[in-house]
C-alpha cells in the first residue's frame, strides 16, 4: 500500500494529487516510508486490487511525461524578453522617467547613464537602431564594447510634423508594467526567500551585498538554498505563522504582477527557477480562500507539457469573477484560456467586457478631470520649468484631435532644453488608456483570427475523415502530414497549387466545402474584425515618417522585393543577411512587445481576403516600420509567431504554385499599362470591415491617434457558389487580373531569394562535396501550424479564380 501523495490545489481550487515533478527531499522521504512500510505483511489481493496494479504497470511502461507550470505554455511569451530583466530596478526606473520626456530624442548630448554592456548577442544586428540605442553608446568605460556600439551611427530621427508631438520610444504603458512588474516579483522573490531560509531581512541585505543581484541568485551563490533549510542566518527559528505571512505577502505581490500584465510576468518569474514554485501552494494549505494564492496557483500549477488545453479549465477564474467582478484582469486570463480551448466565442465576450469597462472608466476620469475647478488645476508647480509635473497650455487642441488634455486647458507643453516648448504626446498624459485596455483589443483581434482558422480546420477534417486528438508528444496535426486523410491534405511543392492538380478530386472537394457561401462569409466577417481590432491596436503607437531610400523610393515591384528581404532576415531563427540600409532617416514607431505580431497578423488577414493589391502597400509600410523598430535597451528583438507564418506561406506558394511566379507587368522593360500602384483600382469591391451592425464597443475609438475603424478593406470578386471557375463579366474578369499580378508581384523576390539559395548550395557542394556550418533550420510557427490552414484556403476560394484568367 502507497504512501498518499501530498495534497495540493487544483486549477478549480479543489484539493487534488500533486502531479509529477517533486522536489528531491521529499522523494527520498517517501521511499524511506516505502521501504519501512514494504516489510508489512501484504494484504489479501482483490480482483480491484489487481485491475489496479495492470493499470499502473501500463503507465509504468508509457514513456514519463514532463509536467511545467502553466504559465510556461503562455502565448507571446518569446516577444516580452530582454535586459529589463536583469537591470538594476533604479536604472530601469530612470529609463522610464527618461521615456516620458520629449526631449530626450531631441537633446544633442548623451542623457543616459551608463548601460552595462549586454550579455545577449544579436545575429543580424541593422544599423537603424531606434529609440534609446540612438542616442550613442551606453556601456561603462571599462566594459568590452557591446554590439551596438560597434555598429556603424545611425541616422538622425526624422522630425515630427508641425503641431505634431515627438512619440516616446517605448510605449509608456507597457514600459511601467514591466518597472512594476520587476519590483513587485524582486519583492516577493526576497519574501519568499526569506520564509525558506529563516533569514531577516537586514540579513538577507547584507548577503547580497548592495550587489544588484536578484534575493535568488544571491542566496545561491552564498551557498544557500531557497527552499530549504541553511546553515546560517538566524539562530532561532522563525514561527509558522511568521513563515505564513511572509509567504502571503509573497503571493499578494505576485498575484499583483500578474494582474499588472500576465505575459511579462510569466517571463519574469520563470528567471527565478523554482523559488516560487510551490509558494501558492503552501499558502492555500493554511488558507484555501486566499483569492491572491488561488490566482497565483493557477499560473505556477505543474500540468503536462504542450497540454494546456486538456490540463485547464475556467472553474476556477468562473469563481473568481463571480467573487470580485470588478478584477477585470480576471475577465483578461479567463478570455486567453478560452482562446487555448478553442472556445472563442466566450473570449471575445470577455476581451470585450474588459475593453468596455475600461473605456467607461477613462471616460468617466476624463469628465471628472474636466469638471475640476480651475484653480486646483492650476495649483503647485504651474509653469515649472523641464518637468512634467508642471505643464504650460497653448490653449490649442490636442494635436491628435482628441480631448486627451482638454481638463487642463488645451494640448500639454514643457519647456525643452534650449527653451523651446516641446509638446506632450498623448501616450504620457494621465488620460491615456490603461494598458489593459490595447492589450486585450490585441487579444480580441486575435482571437477573431483564430477562430476562422478554428473553423476553416474544423472543416478540412471533417472532409477528411479526422478526429483531431491530443499527442503524446504535445505536437499539434499539420495538413501536410495527414496520414489516414480521405484526399491526403495540403500538398508540398506541387505546380498547380497547395491542393494538387486543379482538375482533381481533392480541389473540388475542398472547393465544394470552403468556397460554401455560408462559411465564406462567416470566415471573411471573422478577418475583417480581426484585422479591425489590429488597426486600432496599432493606433496607439505614433511614427515619425523617415526619408525612403533608393529601393523604398522605386517601384512597386522595388519596394515588394526590398520589404521581404526585411521580412525574411527578421524572421524568428534566420540567418539571412539584411539588405543594404540607406543613410537617410527610417520610419521611427513607439516599440510595443505585440507591436510586430499585430502588423503581420494583418498580413495574414489579407492573405485569407485574397485581397493581394491591398496587401502590396500595407506589407512595404509594414516591412518599413519593422525596420525601423527598437526595444533596446528594455526588450529584445520578438520572435513573432505571424511573421514567420507569413514568409512561410509566401515561400510556400513560391515553390508550388505555377501560375503565381510568372513574369509580372513590373518585370517588363517600359510597360506600365499593369502596373500597380499604391492605391487599389477603383473597380475592386469596397466593402465595409464590420458587414453587421456596429456595436458600441466597436463605434468608440479606443487609440491616442484616431481611429482606424471608418478605413475599408478592398476585396477582389468573391467566387459564385457554383463554384465555377470562369469570370462571369469583362470587369471581373479584369479585376481578377489585377489581382494575379499583384500576387505574381509579391512571389517574385521569394522566388528570387530560393533561386539564389538553391545556387549557393549547389555551389557549396561542387566545391566541398557537401555543405558546411549548415545552420540549423527553426523557421517554423511557434504557436500552432496555421501556414498550411491559410494555403488550404488560398488553394480552395482563390486561386481557382486566379488559374481561371492566368
Known amino acids: 500500500m502507497d504512501t498518499p501523495p501530498t495534497p495540493v490545489s487544483n486549477s478549480s481550487g479543489s484539493i487534488s494529487p500533486e502531479p509529477a515533478l517533486e522536489d528531491p527531499v521529499s522523494q527520498q522521504q517517501q521511499k524511506k516510508k516505502k521501504k519501512k512500510k514494504s516489510k508489512k505483511p501484504k494484504a489479501k489481493e482483490t480482483p480491484a486490487a489487481n485491475g489496479a496494479a495492470e493499470h499502473r504497470a501500463a503507465d509504468e511502461g508509457r514513456p514519463p511525461v514532463l509536467c511545467i507550470s502553466r504559465n510556461k505554455h503562455w502565448r507571446y511569451i518569446s516577444s516580452y524578453h530582454g535586459p529589463w530583466l536583469q537591470l538594476p530596478l ?60 560597434s555598429l556603424p551611427p545611425p541616422p538622425p530621427f526624422p522630425p515630427p510634423k508641425p503641431g505634431k508631438a515627438t512619440p516616446p520610444p517605448i510605449d509608456p504603458g507597457v514600459f511601467r508594467s514591466v518597472t512594476n512588474i520587476r519590483r513587485l516579483i524582486d519583492e516577493a522573490s526576497e519574501l519568499s526567500v526569506r520564509a525558506s531560509s529563516g533569514l531577516s531581512a537586514a540579513a538577507l541585505g547584507s548577503l547580497r551585498g548592495g550587489a544588484g543581484n536578484s534575493p535568488w541568485t544571491s542566496a545561491h551563490g552564498l551557498g544557500i538554498n531557497p527552499l530549504g533549510d541553511s546553515g546560517g542566518g538566524r539562530n532561532v527559528a522563525m514561527s509558522a505563522m511568521r513563515i505564513h505571512r511572509l509567504r502571503a505577502l509573497a503571493v499578494q505581490k505576485l498575484a499583483a504582477a500578474y494582474r499588472t500584465d500576465e505575459i511579462a510576468s510569466s517571463v519574469m518569474v520563470m528567471q527565478g527557477g523554482s523559488v516560487f514554485d510551490d509558494i501558492a501552494e503552501r499558502v492555500l494549505r493554511v488558507d484555501p480562500n486566499d483569492v491572491d494564492a488561488r490566482y497565483v496557483h493557477f499560473f505556477h500549477e505543474k500540468i503536462p507539457s504542450r497540454q494546456l488545453a486538456e490540463s485547464t479549465t475556467t472553474h476556477l477564474l468562473d469563481d473568481l469573477i463571480a467573487g470580485h467582478p470588478q478584477r477585470l484582469e480576471f475577465f483578461r486570463t479567463r478570455g486567453i484560456v478560452h482562446c487555448f480551448r478553442d472556445e472563442y466565442t466566450l473570449a471575445i465576450k470577455d476581451f470585450t467586457h474588459v475593453i468596455k469597462e475600461t473605456r467607461a472608466v477613462r471616460k468617466a476620469k476624463m469628465v471628472h478631470r474636466n469638471n475640476a475647478p480651475n484653480e486646483k488645476l492650476r495649483g503647485k508647480g504651474h509653469k515649472k520649468k523641464g518637468k512634467s509635473g508642471g505643464t504650460k497650455t497653448n490653449g490649442q487642441a490636442p494635436p491628435n484631435g482628441t480631448s486627451a488634455g482638454a481638463g487642463f486647458g488645451g494640448s500639454l507643453t514643457i519647456e525643452g532644453p534650449d527653451g523651446d516648448p516641446l509638446l506632450l504626446h498623448p501616450s504620457v498624459l494621465p488620460d491615456a488608456p490603461d494598458p489593459i485596455e490595447p492589450q486585450c483589443l490585441f487579444l480580441r483581434a486575435s482571437a477573431y483570427l483564430q477562430h476562422a482558422v478554428f473553423l476553416i480546420e474544423e472543416a478540412i477534417l471533417n472532409l477528411e475523415g479526422i478526429r483531431k486528438a491530443p499527442t503524446v508528444d504535445g505536437a499539434e496535426l499539420r495538413l501536410c502530414y495527414l496520414e489516414n486523410g480521405r484526399y491526403g491534405g495540403v500538398e508540398i511543392g506541387h505546380p498547380d497549387g497547395p491542393l494538387g492538380r486543379r482538375d482533381g478530386a481533392k480541389t473540388a472537394a475542398y472547393r465544394a466545402v470552403l468556397a460554401k457561401e455560408g462559411l465564406r462569409e462567416q470566415i471573411t466577417t471573422l478577418v475583417r474584425k480581426s484585422m479591425r481590432d489590429h488597426e486600432k491596436f496599432l493606433s496607439h503607437f505614433d511614427s515619425l515618417e523617415g526619408v525612403p531610400g533608393p529601393a523604398m523610393g522605386g517601384d512597386l515591384a522595388a519596394r515588394t522585393e526590398y520589404a521581404f528581404r526585411i521580412a525574411e532576415c527578421l524572421r524568428p531563427g534566420s540567418h539571412t543577411p539584411p539588405p543594404p540600409v540607406s543613410e537617410s532617416p527610417a520610419t521611427f514607431t513607439t516599440y510595443h512587445p505585440l507591436l510586430v505580431e ?123 457558389p457554383s463554384g465555377r471557375n470562369t469570370p462571369s463579366s469583362a470587369t471581373e474578369r479584369e479585376d481578377l487580373l489585377e489581382v494575379l499580378d499583384a500576387a505574381r508581384i509579391l512571389l517574385a523576390p521569394v522566388v528570387k531569394r530560393q533561386r539564389e539559395r538553391a545556387e549557393k548550395a549547389a555551389a557549396d557542394k561542387a566545391t566541398n562535396g557537401k555543405t558546411k556550418n549548415k545552420p540549423l533550420n527553426i523557421n517554423i510557427p511557434l504557436h500552432g501550424p496555421r501556414v498550411e490552414i491559410v494555403l488550404a484556403w488560398l488553394g480552395a476560394v482563390h486561386l481557382p479564380d486566379l488559374d481561371a484568367v492566368a
Not at 101 to 126: K, Q, W
Not at 697 to 706: E, K, P, Q, R
Open 598 to 720: 499585430s502588423h503581420f497578423s494583418i498580413l495574414i488577414g489579407y492573405l485569407f481576403l485574397g485581397d493581394f493589391p491591398s496587401l502590396l502597400p500595407v506589407f512595404t509600410r509594414t516591412a518599413a516600420i519593422v525596420d525601423g523598430l527598437e526595444g533596446y535597451p528594455v526588450f529584445l528583438p520578438p520572435r513573432s509567431m505571424a511573421q514567420a507564418e507569413f514568409v512561410e506561406v509566401l515561400e510556400r506558394l513560391a515553390g508550388g504554385w505555377r501560375n503565381g511566379v510568372q513574369p509580372h507587368s513590373l518585370s517588363r522593360a517600359n510597360q506600365k499599362q499593369l502596373a500597380i500602384e499604391c492605391a487599389p483600382s477603383a473597380k475592386a469591391k469596397t466593402v465595409e470591415r464590420v458587414p453587421t451592425p456596429p456595436s458600441p464597443d466597436a463605434s468608440s475609438s479606443l487609440g491616442v491617434n484616431g481611429s482606424s475603424s471608418s478605413t475599408a478593406v478592398h476585396m477582389p470578386p468573391s467566387p459564385s
Open 90 to 149: 533604479e536604472l530601469l526606473e530612470s529609463l522610464l522617467v527618461l521615456n516620458l520626456d520629449p526631449a530626450t530624442l531631441s537633446a544633442a548630448e548623451n542623457r543616459l547613464p551608463p548601460l552595462p554592456s549586454p550579455t545577449f548577442s544579436i545575429p543580424n544586428p541593422r544599423p537603424r537602431d531606434r529609440g534609446f540605442a540612438s542616442l550613442g553608446d551606453h556601456s561603462p568605460p571599462d566594459s568590452p564594447q557591446s554590439t551596438f556600439a
